[in-house]
């Protein structure tokens, strides 16, 4: 796998190099008051890309990639044609970003129609939060990101003074258990008073001759 990066790389310094003479021109028409000053290829990005100095001291850069400078049909319509639609297309780009220290001419670039615009940038996913988690947020961003205190401990509380007793009638049950003994009673004494009688009174008296 690295033999064939290394052998990929030195295919697009070969390609840069052969149509060095095409690439130049581009730059030159583009951005006149530029000139050319070295090239080189960039091994992180596989780019043969060329170093352009103006009067004033600046800088600039124009990385092609190898898709473009092994293009099959983009290439000879180019060397064929000086005044072609591809060609104007090319300049045009170069032109558009001539504010920027680095320019790089890709194979999207070529296409008919193509607007350079930037990505739009993705939302992340927003993860659900409990009604906690969104109380304690909100809380935080009101002051300052700070952690909340915690909460006093709660007051002791004060005994409260204890009711007198209200007297309560008894049960029903137990009105009608005492019944039973009263009825008892009358008995008891009802049977004594029997018994008084007869020793007091000696039986009948017996019959006279």
């Given amino acids: 796998m690295f033999r064939d990066r290394v052998v990929s790389m030195e295919q697009t310094l070969e390609g840069g190099e052969k149509h060095l003479e095409l690439l130049k021109g581009l730059c030159r028409e583009a951005l006149p008051e530029f000139e050319y000053s070295s090239h080189f290829l960039d091994h992180e990005r596989d780019l043969f890309v060329i170093e352009l100095a103006g ?3 600046r800088r600039k850069r124009v990385g092609w990639t190898r898709m473009v400078l092994f293009d099959a049909e983009r290439i000879p319509t180019l060397l ?26 890709t194979f999207r670039h070529l296409e008919e129609g193509w607007i350079d615009t930037p990505e739009p940038r993705r939302d992340r996913p927003r993860r659900r939060r409990g009604r906690g988690e969104a109380r304690g947020l909100a809380g935080g961003e009101k002051s300052g990101g700070r952690p909340r205190a ?3 401990p ?15 009638s008894p049960p029903p049950q137990a009105a009608r258990s005492a019944e039973p003994g009263r009825a008892e009673g009358r008995r008891r004494r009802f ?19």
């Fill in 55 to 57: 009067r004033d001291g």
């Fill in 80 to 105: 064929a044609d000086p005044r072609s639609v591809l060609r104007e297309r090319i300049v045009q780009h170069l032109r558009s970003h001539g504010g920027r220290p680095e320019i790089v001419v």
């Fill in 150 to 152: 915690a909460p006093p």
């Fill in 154 to 168: 709660p007051a002791p509380k004060t005994p409260r003074p204890a009711h007198p007793a209200v007297a309560t």
């Fill in 191 to 209: 049977r004594r008073r029997r018994r008084g009688r007869g020793a007091g009174g000696g039986g009948q008296s017996p019959p006279t001759p």
